[in-house]
């Protein structure tokens, strides 16, 4: 399996706080994706990164920003949760990218965020 | 707007029988399909990948095909097991691009 880390598994919080979710791999690999899956939405990428301070916005990136200074940490953050940014977040990782047609993605367990 | 479609969210088979999970894409320039299997409270996890310049690729049970014609793929399983029940989620990349891009899942149950 691939040495990827997201914490916190779960997190229950207000309105209008800040969060900050984060992702660690152990594997060296250049990009790191944040995506989010809801019922009926599948799989959407927010952000992704393909190497050190390089990010670029995905699908669903209003809301949220990322931010990457060591090659093994990818920072999700939430400046302001809103009750829609109620999701699963999965972090997954790839040596390749999908710019290269033999690239795959490796999934992170997720974190449950809850925002009341 | 969703660029690949799974129309079915759940299908249901009985142990042993073909289990056959179907998706469609709209985007002409995607080129590499993978399908990804998620149980409950995990990550997805790869299953089995496509290039656009074939049109099957098989790895034991599961097998994929892909007609570029239609913009459809599926994938197959047989015989199908128990274990096999979870959420299967197909993915289409651009070869120009750095992004997946996923259907909503078909959750498959096979009845022991």
């Known amino acids: 399996d691939a040495g990827i880390t997201q914490s916190p598994r779960h997190k229950v919080t207000e309105t209008g706080t800040p969060v900050t979710l984060r992702c660690h791999q152990t594997?060296?690999?250049?990009?790191m994706y944040w995506y989010r899956q809801d019922p009926g939405h599948g799989l959407r990428l927010i952000h992704y990164?393909?190497?050190?301070?390089?990010?670029d916005k995905g699908e669903v990136s209003d809301g949220y920003s990322v931010s990457r200074s060591k090659t093994e940490d990818f920072l999700l953050t939430l400046e302001s949760a809103t009750s829609s940014q109620t999701s699963v977040y999965f972090c997954?990782?790839?040596?390749?990218?999908?710019?290269?047609?033999?690239?795959?993605?490796?999934f992170g367990e997720g974190s449950r965020l809850t925002v009341l | 707007d969703q660029q690949v479609k799974q129309n079915s969210p759940s299908l249901s088979v009985q142990e042993g029988r073909i289990s056959i999970l179907n998706c469609d894409y709209t985007?002409?320039?995607?080129?590499?399909f993978l399908w990804y299997k998620k149980y409950p409270a995990e990550g997805p996890t790869f299953l089995i990948s496509?290039?656009?310049?074939?049109d099957k690729n098989e790895d034991g049970r599961f097998t994929v095909f892909l007609n570029k014609s239609a913009k459809h793929l599926s994938l197959h399983i047989v015989p199908s097991q128990p274990g096999d029940s979870a959420v299967y989620f197909c993915?289409?990349?651009?070869?120009?691009?750095?992004?997946?891009?996923f259907g909503t899942g078909t959750s498959l149950t096979v009845i022991p």
């Open positions: 997954a990782i790839s040596s390749l990218g999908v710019s290269v047609n033999t690239g795959e993605l490796f």
């Open positions: 496509i290039s656009s310049i074939k």
């Open positions: 985007n002409s320039m995607f080129d590499y």
């Open positions: 990164s393909y190497g050190v301070k390089d990010t």
């Open positions: 993915a289409a990349s651009a070869n120009t691009g750095n992004q997946f891009y």
């Open positions: 594997e060296n690999h250049r990009y």
